[in-house]
């Protein structure tokens, strides 16, 4: 059964630690998104991939979030150094883009981060 | 900028009337439109797609949603609300896959 798979799943930390999440995202899909969910602000895309390179990272903070894709099958999502503001649920979903389209996304179950 | 907006935030219906969830499109042109959803401390699941083909597009757990050009919008219904239909519904811009702010969806029995 083919699914995301995000790590880790829960994350407690204190502020000025670096925080680095990984996803592995479904064999055969060129392209992955990060998400970040909160209650104030809802699922903010943060960044995107096709074909591991970076299309979209308007919605990141470049000063502490950075996203790579080092091989097709993982994306990390780093956080250098963390602030409680940070604290949010993660997603990253992947699927398959073909001549344009975007199918449908899958997500992970999330990583769930708590900054104190 | 192209996006979606969702008309309303929280929605509460009784089981078995129909739903409505609002969601409107700003595009030039016809984009690529999605409704997922999310229940409570799980991930989120696609319900349906829209990419041209037909303007009604049927989903799961009973879900469609009509796509209007003249209106730009996109709107999500059921015929008849079920308990475990209580959830968090997201309209998405497909083209850079960026979500609505969310209808809350609440069923009272």
């Known amino acids: ?116 | 900028a192209q996006s979606v907006t969702q008309l309303d935030s929280h929605v509460s219906v009784s089981e078995g009337t129909p739903v409505l969830l609002r969601c409107n499109y700003s595009s030039s042109y016809s984009p690529s439109l999605f409704w997922y959803v999310q229940h409570p401390n799980k991930g989120l699941q696609l319900l349906l797609k829209y990419t041209s083909a037909a303007t009604l597009v049927k989903g799961i757990n009973g879900f469609e949603a009509e796509f209007k050009k003249s209106e730009t919008s996109f709107h999500l219904t059921k015929p008849s609300a079920h308990m475990s239909d209580a959830a968090e519904y997201f309209c998405v811009w497909g083209n850079d896959m960026r979500f609505g702010a969310g209808t809350r969806l609440t069923v009272k029995p």
């Open chain 1, 1 to 116: 059964d083919a699914r995301v798979t995000q790590t880790p799943r829960h994350k407690v930390t204190e502020m000025g630690q670096e925080v680095t999440m990984r996803c592995q995202p479904i064999l055969g899909h060129n392209t992955v998104f990060w998400y970040r969910q909160t209650m104030m602000q809802g699922l903010e895309l943060l960044a995107y991939f096709r074909n591991r390179a970076p299309l979209d990272d308007s919605g990141m903070p470049k000063d502490r979030f950075s996203a790579e894709m080092p091989d097709a099958t993982l994306a990390t999502l780093k956080i250098q150094p963390s602030e409680p503001r940070d604290s949010a649920v993660y997603f990253c979903a992947s699927g398959l883009t073909v001549t344009g389209d975007t199918g449908e996304l899958f997500f992970g179950e999330g990583s769930r981060l708590t900054v104190l």
